[in-house]
């Protein structure tokens, strides 16, 4: 048991007051895990594309006062009732959906969409009690995907948390919590390009980039990256991206213009940048007969995907992926073990860090498109 076991944690939190506005460091009360909840330490966090769009809350429903954050690692404070395979002391990684063990997806071999903890982006408080645990003098502040790391503690249910080894360093496997894991998993797992084969990644930031990885370990032949910010591209080759294409410099749909570049059609594309018209030309890009295109953006709320029904009768598969498919318990110790055997960089998807105090940072360098991954350090 730990000192503060049962106790009511003050700790520091980057709060977001409002939609858009610099998140403001506050003392908040972390209150101690209920039944079948964990309260975590975390050590490094990191900033996803996700946290911004609900910052931003532009096509995303708005919900504030709020702690963002779900890319992190930590180790577990305190255990609440009936948590009996997690430790004081046991190193996590929190993921923003979950496993129960139970439900027929847990039971699936096909699905990671659990009933009980699959992602909910709209709920800002706690499945046991309806409650948050955080507070600020008593106003209750809102979760974010179960998980809001951006804060000293915090409280996660126990099936969004995944034990791995303590010789993994936190500093990095922080980042195979959400993005990484995510684009490796929508390409491995859901695209499964075959070796020699074509594949096209939209969006080339962290999760892009992973997905590229993928297509890489999996022996694709060509890896077109396909971003508006020629910024990307540099950086994209240490990736094993083959080919360039900037949607900007045509004057025609950048699916036509990937259909000739490949006679007829990628093999596999996977579509990283949450937006509706890439999605279109992501799904649109793939060769007939047998092409597939797997969707990880998060779309607007009020998106709509459009396409002709024949694109989809000329035998072409459309998808979509949370965290790559990966079973956050029963999967992701796998992916830190691929980064333990030197199987996949990490490394290099992290291009700044910052301490905790400077967090609005790491929100500014991914609205300018700068670099792919910034680890927030609890410890400044
Ligand atoms: N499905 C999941 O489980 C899951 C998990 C994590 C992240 N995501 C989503 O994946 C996406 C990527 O996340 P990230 O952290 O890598 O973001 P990022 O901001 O680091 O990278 C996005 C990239 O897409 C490019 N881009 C944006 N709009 C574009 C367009 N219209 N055409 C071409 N390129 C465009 C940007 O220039 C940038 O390089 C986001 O939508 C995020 O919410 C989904
Ligand atoms: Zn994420
Ligand atoms: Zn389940």
Redesign the pocket.
């Known amino acids: 048991m730990s000192a503060t076991s049962g106790l009511v944690i003050p700790c520091k939190a980057a709060i977001a007051w409002e939609a858009g506005k610099p998140l403001v460091i506050e003392q908040v009360e972390v209150a101690p895990p209920q039944t079948m909840e964990v309260r975590i330490k975390i050590k490094y966090t990191s ?4 946290d ?2 609900f910052w931003e809350a532009k096509g995303q429903t708005p919900l504030f006062p709020r702690i963002f954050g779900h890319e992190a690692a930590g180790v577990v404070e305190s255990v609440g009732e009936g948590v009996s395979d997690l430790q004081v002391g046991d190193h996590v990684l929190p993921v ?2 979950g496993e129960c063990g139970d439900c027929r997806h847990c039971k699936s071999e096909e699905s990671n969409m659990c009933d009980l903890l699959r ?1 909910n982006t709209d709920r800002g408080v706690m499945l046991n009690d309806g409650k948050s645990r955080f507070s600020i003098n008593g106003t209750p502040i809102n979760h974010f995907l179960g998980t809001s790391t951006f804060s000293e503690y915090t409280v996660v249910h126990s099936g969004c948390l995944t034990k791995i080894s303590p010789l993994a360093p936190l500093d990095k496997v922080c980042i195979l919590s ?2 990484i894991s ?2 490796l998993g ?1 390409t491995l797992n859901v695209a499964k390009p075959k070796k020699g084969s074509t594949v096209a990644v ?8 992973a997905a590229a990885e993928g297509a890489r370990i999996a022996g694709a032949s060509r890896i077109i990256g ?4 020629p910024k ?1 591209y540099e950086e994209a080759k240490k990736f094993g991206v083959t080919e360039f294409v900037n ?1 900007k410099d045509h004057d025609r749909p ?1 699916q036509e213009v990937i259909a000739e570049m490949t006679n007829g059609g990628v093999d596999r594309s996977i579509e ?4 509706i ?2 999605m279109i030309s992501a799904f649109e890009c793939v060769h007939d007969g047998w092409g597939v295109a797997v ?5 607007n709320k009020d998106a709509v995907f459009m396409t002709k029904p024949i694109n989809v009768l000329n035998e072409r598969t459309l998808k ?5 498919n990966y079973k956050p318990r029963t999967d992701l110790p796998s992916v830190v073990d691929m980064y333990m055997n030197k199987k996949l960089e990490v490394e290099k998807f992290i291009t700044h860090r910052v301490p905790f105090s400077d967090i609005n940072k790491a929100f500014e360098y ?1 609205l300018k ?1 700068e670099g ?2 910034c680890i927030i350090s609890m410890e400044e």
């Open positions: 900033l996803c594309h996700t911004l769009y923003f959906t992602i959400c993005g995510t684009g929508a939209f969006g080339l930031g962290a999760v892009g980039l396909i971003d508006l910010s990307r949607p950048v990283c940048t949450g937006n018209n890439c969707l990880v953006g998060v779309p979509g992926t949370f965290f790559g991914m498109g792919l991954r």
